[in-house]
């Protein structure tokens, strides 16, 4: 069946601007992460939703980075006023349940760059 | 907090010799234990996990993993190492949350 799929693979945006990444998890998947990597560092969690509702959003880090799941599925990470810092690959995970034993399968990842 | 040290950011071996990959970890409450392998331009593959019961596990392409309480580790192994098994290995430990913490990942490299 299909993984988790993420686009744009690649984006690449100016100082100041604004992005969206979309993130479509596996189909009937409740439980939706994202994480960031910066180049050579294990991912870092940013924030999880449980449905349509974001449980835990303690990784993010600061009010320019926002994330929505509207209706449960397909979620988008959005990124204000873009800073040089915020260049990394950014991951999409989902799984089927929530809880920490659950298996969390990844998308390919989105690399930004910011300039 | 947890967190999750993974010695050795490059690790090189010969094509069949024995691959060991060190992961250690702090956590307040009994950890679920997790190796992914992440190929160049993919994305994480759970190559094995640790939840309750055997301390030993098996997991994906001959690699296995044993929980060490008393060590606070969770090393990856595999008996032979095959070209195809080059790749950045990560180490994750999940807690009380819902959220994995990854070691800053180990690079194995598989001489021929």
């Known amino acids: 069946g299909a993984g988790v799929s993420q686009t744009p693979s690649n984006k690449v945006t100016e100082k100041g601007k604004y992005v969206e990444l979309r993130c479509d998890p596996i189909?009937?998947?409740?439980?939706l992460y994202w994480y960031r990597q910066s180049l050579g560092q294990g991912p870092e969690f940013l924030i999880y939703?449980?449905?349509?509702?974001?449980?835990?959003d303690s990784g993010l880090p600061n009010d320019r980075f926002f994330a929505v799941r509207p209706e449960g599925s397909v979620s988008t990470l959005k990124i204000q006023r873009t800073e040089r810092g915020d260049s990394a690959v950014y991951l999409c995970?989902?799984?089927?349940?929530?809880?920490?034993?659950?298996?969390?399968?990844f998308g390919p990842g989105t690399r930004l760059l910011v300039l | 907090a947890q967190s999750v040290t993974q010695l050795g950011s490059h690790v090189s071996v010969s094509e069949g010799a024995l691959v060991l990959l060190r992961c250690n970890y702090s956590?307040?409450?009994?950890?679920?234990l997790f190796w992914y392998v992440q190929y160049p331009n993919q994305g994480l593959q759970l190559l094995l996990k640790y939840t309750t019961g055997a301390t030993l596990v098996k997991g994906i392409n001959g690699f296995e993993a044993e929980f060490k309480k008393s060590e606070t580790s969770f090393h990856l192994t595999k008996p032979s190492a095959h070209m195809s098994d080059a790749a950045e290995y990560f180490c994750?430990?999940?807690?009380?949350?819902?959220?994995?913490?990854f070691g800053g990942g180990t690079r194995l490299m598989v001489k021929p």
């Open positions: 189909s009937g998947h409740t439980a």
């Open positions: 994750a430990v999940g807690d009380a949350g819902n959220m994995l913490t």
């Open positions: 956590s307040s409450v009994p950890p679920y």
């Open positions: 995970a989902s799984s089927l349940n929530s809880g920490t034993s659950e298996t969390q399968y």
């Open positions: 939703f449980q449905g349509t509702g974001a449980a835990d």
